[in-house]
Structure formats: C-alpha cells, structure tokens
C-alpha cells in the first residue's frame, strides 16, 4: 500500500503518518523507487496509534502500548499501569475545568453586562498574584 492508501485505509493524514515515521513508531518497508511500502502489519498499528490517540494517551505512552502490544511476555498489568496514569492526568484536566467552568460563572453572573465600564471579568483578570 502507499501513503494515500494507508492513510485513507487508517484514518490518519499522510502528515501523520509520516511523522510517526520520522519518530520510529512505525517503519514501512520502501520500494526499489524509494517510495513507502506498507504492510497490512503497517495498516493495524496506525489504526492502533489512531485509536490510542483519539483516547488521549501521549505519543510517549502510545510507544509504550505498542510495544507492550507486540510482546507476547508483556503483563496486563503493565498495560493497566500505563492506563490508570492516563486516566488520573485526565481526571486532573477535568478537575481543572471544572474549576475554570465555576470561577468563570461566577465572574459572568457579577458582571452586569451593560453600558458602564466597571467590570468585574475584566477587574478578576487584571489581579496581580499573591505570593
């Protein structure tokens, strides 16, 4: 398959694809020509990295699961351990969003959204930190 056949075959821009190339997470075969040549095995990892990534998990952490996928020795643990450290950075990110989703309601109901210029949004912005 080439580049555009993979590409439309995994989801994934041929950007991508190169990228993961150029950082080693995938290594298609090339032709006499110099062209990529990939593989079915080729097809199955970007769709695997696809998936990965759309779940949020860094690329750092979808070298990780790629590996452990291809060994036949790998723990499920291991794979599990790689998980929960995903889950709890997106829990945080959640957490974090939470609290910019609630300090900002508040900012929006104090403002009074009219013609004067005191503004309590603007005002929040503008403190100085506290050290």
């Given at each position: 398959m080439n580049i555009g056949e993979v590409a439309d075959r995994s989801g994934l821009p041929?950007?991508?694809?190169?990228?993961?190339?150029?950082?080693?997470l995938i290594k298609p075969l090339r032709?006499?020509?110099?062209y990529r040549a990939f593989r079915q095995s080729d097809l199955h990892k970007l769709a695997f990295l696809g998936?990965?990534?759309?779940l949020g998990f860094s690329i750092e952490d979808c070298r990780n699961l790629l590996h452990l996928y291809e060994d036949d020795t790998r723990t499920s643990?291991?794979?599990k351990e790689i998980a929960k450290g995903h889950l709890a950075e997106i829990e945080e990110r959640i957490?974090?969003?939470?609290?910019?989703r609630n300090t900002?309601?508040?900012?929006?109901r104090c403002c009074a959204g009219d013609d004067r210029p005191d503004c309590p949004i603007l005002e929040s912005l503008a403190e100085t930190p506290e050290n």
């Open positions: 041929a950007k991508t694809i190169r990228y993961y190339e150029d950082i080693g032709d006499v020509n110099g998936r990965a990534r759309k643990a291991e794979v957490s974090d969003l939470v609290e910019m900002l309601s508040t900012l929006v």
